[in-house]
Nanobody, 127 residues
Framework: VQLQASGGGLVQAGGSLRLSCAASGRTFNRYAVGWFRQAPGKEREFAAAISSSGSSTAYADSVKGRFTISRDNAKNTVYLQMNSLKPEDTAVYYC?????????????????????WGQGTQVTVSS
């Protein structure tokens, strides 16, 4: 599966952005998807994940209550709605996918659990 992340940009603190992760292929509903982010000089970290079935989600404590992950399998797309953005959310955001079967309820949160990665989209939050 090939992934294309988009939707990043420059926004003021308190603002919102919606990231999209579009996937190629007809079996996207069999893949769990995660969003990770990497700030300058820092390691890549987990932000949010959704199971292939869409029944389970997971969030990092730093984004819980502000970010929402969702998926539209008919459009082969996973979204990350980011509200109440903070300057510390500034990073390159990457989406990743892992084959899990269509009925899986596992939302993977670890980088090494994902085999497929998109190219990243920059999110910059100004104070």
């Amino acid at each position: 599966v090939q992934l294309q992340a988009s939707g990043g940009g420059l926004v003021q603190a308190g603002g919102s952005l919606r990231l999209s992760c579009a996937a190629s292929g007809r079996t996207f509903n069999r893949y769990a998807v995660g969003w990770f982010r990497q700030a300058p000089g820092k390691e890549r970290e987990f932000a949010a994940a959704i199971s292939s079935s869409g029944s389970s989600t997971a969030y990092a404590d730093s984004v819980k209550g502000r970010f929402t992950i969702s998926r539209d399998n008919a459009k082969n797309t996973v979204y990350l709605q980011m509200n109440s953005l903070k300057p510390e959310d500034t990073a390159v955001y990457y989406c990743a996918a892992e084959y899990a079967g269509s009925s899986s309820s596992v939302a993977y949160t670890l980088i090494y659990e994902y085999d497929y990665w998109g190219q990243g989209t920059q999110v910059t939050v100004s104070s």
